[in-house]
Structures are given as C-alpha cells and as structure tokens.
C-alpha cells in the first residue's frame, strides 16, 4: 500500500469541489485532509489508476497533483488525522457510536401506544 499526496486547484471551486472531495475519500482504504485542497490517500491503486478515477470531473483549466510520498512529513499549523473509507455493513458495530444514515427505523415499543380520549 502507497500513500499519495492529492492537490488540486478548481478554476471554479463552486462547480465540483464536493464531488472530488467524495471521489478522493474514494480512492483508497484511508484518508486524511490536512488543508482544504491537500489530501493524503492510502491506496493499493497507481498514480495513473487514481488520476483516471478523478480526471473526468475536471475541467481542462483545472490543476491536480498526484505524487507517491513517505508517510512522514512536516505540518505547520495544522495536523494529520487519518479516517478510514468507509464501507457499507463492515464499520458498523452493534452498540457501537456509528450511525448509518439514513438511520435504519426503530423497533417497535414493547407496550402499544394509549388511545386518544374521546370528547364526550
């Protein structure tokens, strides 16, 4: 598994920055987002793999950088906090503090609920 340094520069950030931000938390088995157009992915995938995944929401005036690093690294102002991708009906633990959401309907009430009174 590689880690790989993501930045991109969006001509206009309005248009797609949600959905590269989703395709990118994507790319591998985690992420992490020290600044807002950085990102660290850790992934089994090539440059030319992941670069294929994001290239067909980019417009041709906007910039992006895929580059195989070390994990190591020096962080001013700012910290690396890794987040695992996740993966539907693996993460979520019985009792855990993880809600899927929508979240799934709750249980029936063991005793039925009173009746409304009726006006006399």
């Known amino acids: 598994m590689r880690t790989y340094l993501i930045s991109y520069d969006l001509a206009k950030p309005n248009r797609n920055q949600h959905v590269l931000a989703q ?3 994507g790319l591998g088995d985690k992420w992490a987002r ?3 157009n950085t990102w660290y992915v850790a992934s089994d995938r090539d440059e030319v793999e992941l670069e294929a995944d994001l290239k067909d929401i980019l417009a041709e ?4 950088v895929i580059q195989a690093v070390k994990r190591d690294a ?3 102002n700012t910290s690396l906090r890794w987040f695992r991708q996740r993966r539907p009906g693996l993460d979520l633990v019985d009792g855990g503090n993880v809600i899927a959401f929508p ?3 709750a249980a029936e009430p063991i005793e039925p609920e009173l009746p409304f009174a009726e006006a006399c």
Do not use: K, R
């Open 34 to 36: 020290p600044l807002s």
């Open 23 to 25: 395709m990118i938390m």
């Open 61 to 64: 005036d906007d910039g992006l």
């Open 103 to 105: 979240a799934p309907p």
């Open 74 to 76: 020096v962080l001013t």
